[in-house]
């Protein structure tokens, strides 16, 4: 009788051992995954006191008020697109400004800081392009504190960008067509990831047609030397926001066929996926392979911890089973909860390798050495 109740004692207190341990491993699974858990939060963008301009805190950002539509006059293959801004900092990276359509979500046209580089890409997830078709970049554009005034230009021949009026670089293989600029205009942050930049904008503007070096230098010294109100040159203008109205929500569009932009009061992405495909999260890259390793790494305490509880009250494969089935359930409700929180992903790639990782860390339990150092821990149930 002694013998019976020392060992309902010992089970008594390895399954409270082991429901506190699942019980921590939860929250702060939680906490790691939700936090800051803010879905609705505040949208950093504000007036700049006393000249033109916005400035871009984290999180902000800028939209229109209705989507680009298609400019008539030009040539279909040449477009202009141009931005005066004052970067935060040049060691950090930012989407400055995308075009989204739904038509064609993966080819939005993005214009992005690179720590003190620029780079401007069709697609935001390729992250090595040895063609220069898909996405470019120019070093040393942006420095510290410093105004600049970029043109990015694009015609049958291919894309050049001009830094303060003078040409920094061509790309033949780059090209920007009619269809990449219509669509809904985003300042600020990319449509569908959390990549906020911070800064100044002072001026932007696009054009139905490919500029020159000539028109490129006047463009800047227009834009600088008269702080953003003289004499507009509108010919071939889709859009022009001077941010001459320092008041209220709406910036205006100096082109009356043009949208407008608009400050929400609320941040958020503007086109945020809902549990994304693997297909389209996959991308061939290091980084990828890191984030599915941390993925299936950081679900393997988490996997152990709910056997262990489990193991007290099923046999060894029912535990496994319900433990990997429940941190699959838990890692579903994570990512649901995630596309209501601005600054995480919701994507189904996570809830494959969080369940593979809690598989694994139940698994792992089951290896002499582990079971054998948790039974002494009263834990997990001795075998035998």
């Known amino acids: 009788m002694t013998s019976w109740v020392r060992r309902k004692l010992d089970e008594l207190e390895g399954v409270k051992k082991a429901r506190l341990l699942s019980t921590v491993a939860i929250i702060a699974v939680l906490v790691a995954t939700l936090w800051p858990l803010s879905p609705f939060p505040k949208n950093r963008v504000t007036w700049l006191p006393g000249t033109n301009g916005l400035k871009f805190e984290r999180p902000g950002l800028v ?109 033949p293989t780059f090209n920007i067509s009619s269809s990449d600029l219509y669509g809904e205009v985003i300042l600020g942050i990319s449509p569908e990831g959390n990549e906020p930049w911070k800064g100044e904008v002072k001026g932007f503007a696009i054009y139905a047609s490919e500029t020159t070096p000539e028109v490129a230098s006047q463009h800047y010294h227009g834009w600088t030397h008269v702080d953003n109100d ?73 996997g152990m911890v709910v056997f262990s509880y489990l193991a007290w009250t099923r046999t060894r494969w029912k535990a496994m089973l319900v433990a990997t089935l429940f941190c699959g359930a838990l890692s579903f409700s994570i990512e649901v909860m995630q596309y209501c929180v601005p600054s995480r992903g919701s994507g189904i790639t996570d ?34």
């Open 63 to 171: 939209v229109g008020t209705r989507p680009m539509t298609p400019q008539q006059s030009g040539s279909s293959q040449s477009r202009t697109i141009e931005l005066m801004l004052r970067p935060a900092g040049i060691k950090s990276l930012g989407t400055i400004l995308a075009f989204y359509s739904s038509s064609h979500p993966r080819q939005s046209l993005q214009v992005r800081q690179w720590r003190d580089g620029l780079l401007v890409t069709h697609d935001a997830r390729v992250e090595s392009d040895r063609t220069r078709t898909i996405k470019f970049d120019v070093d040393h554009v942006f420095h510290r504190g410093e105004l600049v005034f970029l043109t990015v230009s694009s015609g049958p021949h291919g894309t050049s960008v001009y830094v303060d009026g003078q040409l920094a670089q061509s790309v």
């Open 230 to 302: 003289g004499s507009a040159d509108l010919d071939d203008a889709m859009a022009r926001y001077t941010f001459s109205d320092p008041a209220g929500t709406v910036i205006k569009n100096e082109v009356a066929s043009g949208p407008d932009l608009t400050i929400p009061a609320i941040f958020s992405v503007p086109h945020k996926a809902f549990l994304e495909s693997p297909m389209r999260e996959f991308r061939p890259s290091r980084s990828y392979a890191y984030d599915l390793a941390t993925n299936i790494a950081g679900f393997v305490p988490l």
């Open 351 to 384: 809830i494959i390798t969080n369940t593979l990782g809690a598989g694994l860390g139940a698994m792992l339990v089951q290896s002499r050495v582990v079971r054998d150092r948790l039974s002494r821990a009263r834990i997990v149930p001795s075998v035998g």
